[in-house]
Nanobody, 120 residues
Framework: VQLVESGGGLVQPGGSLRLSCAAS????????MSWFRQAQGKEREWVAA????????NYADSVKRLFTISRDNAKNTVYLQMNSLKPEDTSVYYC??????????????WGQGTQVTVSS
């Protein structure tokens, strides 16, 4: 199993970024996926999750209506569209695979992360 995040970078406050997580080594369309983030010196924080077909999504209160998780099962990729970014969104962002098709709090594989820095 491999999860490879991309799309991070430096963005000004109020800007947008779209993160991607390319999956391989398993049947992507069978499993729920999530995004997490970890700011320097802080614990890893769950951000958003999506069910195996994309029919259900959940978000942390801190990103609700600002971030959108989506997936393209034909491309084995999960996305995180981040709008109206704030300096406090600065973190390393990770994608994670669940061992279930429905959204759950179990994760069995993680990507290596992509840095997002929000600064003027």
């Amino acid at each position: 199993v491999q999860l490879v995040e991309s799309g991070g970078g430096l963005v000004q406050p109020g800007g947008s970024l779209r993160l991607s997580c390319a999956a391989s080594g398993f049947t992507f369309s069978n499993y729920a996926m999530s995004w997490f983030r970890q700011a320097q010196g802080k614990e890893r924080e769950w951000v958003a999750a999506i069910s195996y077909r994309g029919g259900r999504t959940n978000y942390a209160d801190s990103v609700k209506r600002l971030f959108t998780i989506s997936r393209d099962n034909a491309k084995n990729t999960v996305y995180l569209q981040m709008n109206s970014l704030k300096p406090e969104d600065t973190s390393v962002y990770y994608c994670a695979k669940s061992p279930t098709s429905a959204i759950s709090r179990s994760y069995d594989y993680w990507g290596q992360g992509t840095q997002v820095t929000v600064s003027s």
